[in-house]
Every structure is written in structure tokens, then in C-alpha cells.
């Protein structure tokens, strides 16, 4: 039942006539009922990262050790104490017994009046009519349908009988096995600029205790808590009506689901303080005690989908909240984890477009073009890898004929003839693989498109180079002459 307890209704104009519901707890809830131990050891790990709790508390908060209450080890037996043992004997099907889904159910009904009556003075506080509130226990305890909008029971008596049947439970709401824990929660304050404790409320560190402690309750626990958590925030809200503020609540009701039970206030002492002040934080802050923290919901989430999980634009909306610091690792995990991949497809594309490259060259005429194109990608055969998948066959060498023209140049002008043929054998510099490349890679649409593109710049820079040689000549030559 506490799995509905948040979810979000998103309608997406592509989705307009089928609206998603959305909880942002699902892989929460979903391994909390599947791997309850997980779960368990995930949410206490964090719990102790927050509070200091000794061996001995950490094994009762964990159900391995029954727990050691105040009060629990005196042998005296008080009036009071006495009082409510004899009256917690009379076991109903609702009243008295331990705490089922029935029971919500039929107490779920005294929630709902009250919301409609929150108004009423001293709702809480002021005692209802001991006969009516019999009553109206009777019905809920043999299941009959009452109808309390009837005008047959006052707001003050339902109010009366919500706090007994809290008050009957055979443990508190917040259960004994948490007591410890809440009373370090009590404890967490802020730090000043030296390191030095203050007695200011550290509260988002709070909240996020309370976050943790509430994921462990039992299931019934936690939704009847919520239940009453919501009331009582709304009949804070207007205390101007009813003169009921949230520490007024918190004195009511702290007895009932926090203190321990059989024990009196001189049991507790100087504990009897914290717990009201606790409870007091619970109502005024109930509606964010309820939401999984997020690197739980991350980690719940990694559990079952691991790496191929897409954030949603819910999970990227509360990673930005306040609590998404224990998230910077998991962040950045993913954050490397996409970078690397996106370098491993950049680098596969663009070996792709090189090996269609090289061979379109390969199937060129055999041309001076061709081979100068062939040389390039040999000299750099570890760049252009593609390039040892296509087997070149050697081209036949040409001789080269010696004509009587040559040989009066070679005759007259000596030096320059040589640095003539000099220039003429070496090639250009090696195109190499920068990030322009890749980027003219991805933009041209065909193989045959990048090397029109690259011939016709090395053929401009030849020629360009024939010409300037041979106007140098043209000039040396008429001097000689």
C-alpha cells in the first residue's frame, strides 16, 4: 500500500489520451519486496554514515538483538504502568492487536472524518464522550459500516478514539526497535567554521535520516504513519481555527507512537524533550519525509536496469535538488562511461570512411596521382590503419627518357637541374587525420566526393609549385644566355 504513496501523472502531448503514471519509487519498492536483506543493508549502511550507533544499537536497529528500553530493567511496577498493561490485555480485532492492513482500513475511516472537521477547537486535546466513543470502538471492532457524517459522534470523540487506538498497539508506530535511532536523529546539529558542534538543528541532514529510517519500517507501519503524519500537518496548518500548532500535536501524540511502552516520563528524563521535539520535525516536514532519497533511488534503479538505464527527466529534476551530493560519484561514472563510448563510435566511423577512401584510390587508373595518394597512406600506415586491409600491388616503374635538351640544361646550369628533379620526387606533406579531417569525413556524402576533394588539392599544389620552378629557370637561364 506504501508503494502509491507518491507517484507523478505526466501527459505528454503525444500521450494525450493515455496518461502515464509515473512513481519515482518503483525499483525502491520493487527491491525492498524482492530483496529484502539488499535493501536493508543499503538503507542502514546510510543511516550509520549519519548517525553514531554503537554495536550494540546497530544490532537492534537491524532485528539481531531484542531492544533495551528505558524503564525496561526496573522491577518496580507503578500504578500507570500496571494500568496500561491490564488494558492492552483486552485484544479486539482492531483495538489492542498488532497493526494489519484491517486495521488501517477500519482507522482509515476516523482520518478521513477528521480531515473534513479540522476546524473544531482543541481537536485532540479536548475529551470526547465516553459513551459514544464505545460506541463507536464496538463498530470498528466487529467490522460494521458506520456513517460518522451522520451527526451521531462528535469531532472530538473520533479525535479521542484515533489516539487509542494508537495508544493500544502492542508497540509504538515508529516501533522500539528505532527508538535509539530517533534520539540520535535529535542530536544532529550544524557545525561552525572550526569544526565545533552548535545546538543549531542541522534539518536537511534530518530529513534525510528520517528518509532512511521510514524506508525500513514495516509496510504497515509506514502507511498508517503517513496517514497520520498528513492529518496532522493539515490541522497544524490551521491552528488559527482550531489553536492547535504542531509542538500541541507533538505532545499529544508523541506518547503513542514514539515512547516506548510501559514506561512513564521519569523513565525517559531528559530524553522526554528530544522525542516531542522530534515528532514536532516529523509533522511540520511530513510531506519530504516520505520520498526515497535520491542515490537510493539511483542505486535501486542501477540494481536492475545497470548500465543501460536512460535517466528520466524526473531523476534529472531531483539529482539537482540539495540531497543529490552522494550522487558526484555515480555521476561521474556515467559521465565517462558515455564519453568513452562516444570516442569509440567516432573513432569506428572514421575508419569506415578512410578504408572507402583508400580503396576508391586503389581502384583509380594508375596515374602519378594515384601513387603519390598510395605513398601517403603507407608512410602512415599506424593513422591510416585501413590501409593494410586492401593489398597494393606494386606499380610498374616507368624509365624516365634522357632528351639533348636535358642534358644542355644539366650542362649550363648544373645545381639548379638537380634541385629541379629534387623537387619533382618528393611529395607532398602526408595529409594527416586532425579533427578538420574527420569533421570533412562526416560532412561529404561519398567516398568519390573526398577524393575529388583531395586530388584536386594536391594537383593545385603541384602545379603550383611546377610553375614557380619553371618561371625560376625561364630567369636563370636568360642570364646565362
Not at 370 to 383: E, P, V, Y
Request: charged fraction near 25%.
Amino acid at each position: 500500500s506504501d508503494a502509491i504513496c507518491n507517484f507523478v501523472i505526466c501527459n505528454d502531448s503525444s500521450l494525450r489520451s493515455h496518461p502515464i503514471i509515473f512513481n519515482p519509487d518503483f525499483f525502491v519498492e520493487k527491491l525492498r519486496h524482492e530483496k529484502p536483506e539488499v535493501f536493508t543493508e543499503l538503507v542502514v549502511s546510510n543511516i550509520t554514515r549519519l548517525i553514531d550507533l554503537p554495536g550494540a544499537e546497530l544490532a537492534q536497529l537491524m532485528g539481531e538483538e531484542d531492544p533495551k528500553l528505558p524503564g525496561a530493567s526496573s522491577t518496580a511496577s507503578g500504578f500507570f504502568r500496571s494500568l496500561m498493561s491490564l488494558k492492552r490485555k483486552e485484544k479486539g480485532v482492531v483495538f489492542g492487536s498488532p497493526l494489519t492492513e484491517e486495521g488501517i482500513a477500519q482507522v482509515s475511516q476516523l482520518i478521513e472524518y477528521l480531515h473534513k472537521n479540522l476546524r473544531a477547537e482543541g481537536l485532540f486535546r479536548v475529551p470526547g464522550n465516553s459513551i459514544r466513543q464505545q460506541i463507536l470502538k464496538d463498530a470498528l471492532n466487529s467490522g460494521t459500516d458506520i456513517d460518522l457524517d451522520s451527526g451521531e459522534f462528535h469531532s472530538n470523540d473520533v479525535a479521542t478514539l484515533l489516539k487509542m487506538f494508537l495508544g493500544e498497539l502492542p508497540e509504538p508506530l515508529l516501533t522500539h526497535k528505532h527508538f535509539h535511532a530517533h534520539l540520535k536523529i535529535a542530536d544532529l546539529t550544524l557545525f561552525d567554521e572550526k569544526g565545533n558542534k552548535t545546538s543549531t538543528p542541522d534539518k536537511e541532514r534530518q530529513i534525510e535520516a528520517l528518509q532512511l529510517l521510514f524506508l525500513i519500517l514495516p509496510a504497515p507501519n509506514r502507511s498508517l504513519l503517513k496517514l497520520l503524519l498528513d492529518l496532522l500537518y493539515q490541522t497544524a496548518k490551521k491552528q488559527d481555527k482550531n489553536k492547535m500548532s504542531a509542538h500541541n500535536l507533538a505532545l499529544m501524540f508523541a506518547p503513542h507512537i514514539l515512547w516506548p511502552r510501559n514506561v512513564t516520563a521519569n523513565d525517559l528524563q531528559e530524553n522526554i524533550t528530544k522525542l516531542n521535539n522530534g515528532v514536532t520535525f516529523m509533522i511540520k516536514h511530513s510531506q519530504k519525509l516520505f520520498k526515497a532519497p535520491v542515490y537510493i533511488r539511483e542505486c535501486a534503479r542501477l540494481h536492475y536496469l545497470g548500465s543501460r538505464a536512460h535517466t528520466s527527466k524526473d531523476d534529472l529534476d531531483l539529482l539537482t535538488s540539495s540531497g543529490s551530493k552522494e550522487l558526484q560519484p555515480l555521476k561521474s561514472q556515467k559521465r565517462s562511461r558515455l564519453d568513452s563510448c562516444h570516442q569509440e563510435e567516432t573513432q569506428q566511423r572514421t575508419e569506415e570512411a578512410l578504408k572507402e577512401l583508400f580503396q576508391h584510390v586503389h581502384n583509380m587508373p594508375d596515374s602519378a596521382k594515384k601513387k603519390k595518394l598510395i605513398r601517403q597512406f603507407n608512410k602512415h600506415a599506424t593513422a591510416l590503419t585501413p590501409g593494410s586491409d586492401v593489398p597494393t600491388s606494386p606499380a610498374p616503374r616507368r624509365t624516365r627518357s634522357r632528351s639533348f635538351s636535358g642534358l644542355i640544361k644539366r650542362k649550363v646550369l648544373g645545381t639548379p637541374v638537380i634541385l629541379e628533379r629534387k623537387s619533382r620526387d618528393t611529395t607532398p606533406e602526408p595529409v594527416r587525420v586532425s579533427k578538420e579531417n574527420i569533421q570533412l569525413l562526416q560532412k561529404c556524402g561519398s567516398p568519390a566526393h573526398i577524393s575529388q576533394v583531395k586530388l584536386k588539392s594536391l594537383e593545385g599544389q603541384k602545379e603550383g609549385s611546377c610553375r614557380r620552378m619553371r618561371a625560376r629557370l625561364l630567369s636563370k637561364d636568360s642570364s646565362s644566355l
